[in-house]
Every structure is written in C-alpha cells, then in structure tokens.
C-alpha cells in the first residue's frame, strides 16, 4: 500500500496546518503518496463541501490507507471519515505506525 489520505481534526484544530505538513512531508519522504485533503480542499467555501469531496476521495480510491494524525481536538469530520474508512476496510494507523512499516 502505498496510497495513504491524511486524516485529523481541523475546524477544532489551531495547528492543523503545521500538523497537515509535517506529517505529509515525513510520511513522503518515507515513499508514500498522500492525499491531503488541507491541499484538496483549499478553494471549498464550507465543511459541508470539504466533507463531500473527502468522502468522495475515501470511496473512489481502492487499496488506500488512512494516516491518522494523533490530536487532542475533536472532530466531527474526522469521526465521519474513521466510520466511512472501517465500513470499507481500509488500512487505518497512525502517522507513526505508518512511519514504522
């Protein structure tokens, strides 16, 4: 699997930005390509359409796997993506376990 979408809170988030890139750069570097909806959805307006387009990633790409990136803050959007993400199979770890393979 080499095919992993970012996944952590960010509307609760302050540092979702700088936890989005450092873990985009770390799990790059280590060979992976990543999906990263704080790049894909820079120009949507609302969570709503973030929200779509996210989900719409999760359920078109086969054999993808899910970095969790490990936070405090809750967040509805991350709680959806977990749900969708396990009901379809996919590989779900932190960034570190991934970093570990």
């Known amino acids: 699997m080499k095919k992993l979408y970012l996944c952590g ?8 930005r700088k936890d989005f890139e450092t873990a985009h750069k770390k799990l ?5 390509e990543i ?3 704080v790049e894909f959805c820079k120009e ?3 969570w709503e359409d973030c929200m779509r387009r996210c989900l719409f990633t999760l359920i078109t790409h086969k054999d993808l796997g899910i970095a ?4 405090p803050y809750k967040s509805k959007g991350t709680d959806l993506e977990m749900q969708v993400a396990k009901a379809l199979g996919q590989k779900i770890k ?3 376990e991934w970093l570990g393979e």
Request: charged share 20%; net charge positive; aromatic share 8%.
């Open 9 to 16: 809170a960010i509307s609760n988030n302050p540092n979702y």
């Open 28 to 32: 790059q570097k280590a060979g992976y």
């Open 35 to 37: 999906l990263n909806p």
């Open 44 to 46: 949507l307006k609302t």
């Open 68 to 71: 969790k990136i490990e936070t």
């Open 94 to 96: 932190s960034v570190d």
